[in-house]
């Protein structure tokens, strides 16, 4: 049971409202609408940048980050089902790439400095 708190106006008559709305209210209009929180923590000793740290929280629906230009998670291989498909292939990519610069001669060998 809630417990109505009476506000009282100036000029009016004195107006009730609900001590609180229910989580589920509050939750669908967050998902609905997004919240971002964003901040950032620097350490320093002595005027020397030890370490930083960018924060960027976004707390919202599949469909409305989705809405606004935001689909990482549909195309980013450790989200995705064929995560280990395209790591075989990246591996595999990265093997031929490696043979293919040992097969070319070295700059150094060739004498030139470019």
Request: proline share 4%; glycine share 6%; no cysteine.
């Amino acid at each position: 049971m809630t417990n109505p708190v009476q506000l009282h106006q100036t000029n009016a008559s004195p107006v009730v409202r609900r001590s609180g709305e229910s989580l589920a209210d509050i939750l669908e209009r967050v998902l609905d609408k997004g919240v971002v929180i964003a901040g950032d923590v620097v350490v320093n000793l002595l005027d020397i940048e030890l370490l930083t740290l960018k924060v960027r929280l976004l707390i919202a629906s599949a469909d409305t980050a989705r809405s606004m230009g935001i689909d990482w998670w549909m195309n980013d291989p450790f989200y995705s089902s064929h995560g280990a498909e395209l790591e075989r292939e990246n591996k595999e990519l990265r093997e031929r790439l490696d043979r293919l610069e040992r097969m070319l001669p070295s700059a150094a060998s060739n004498g030139s400095n470019s």
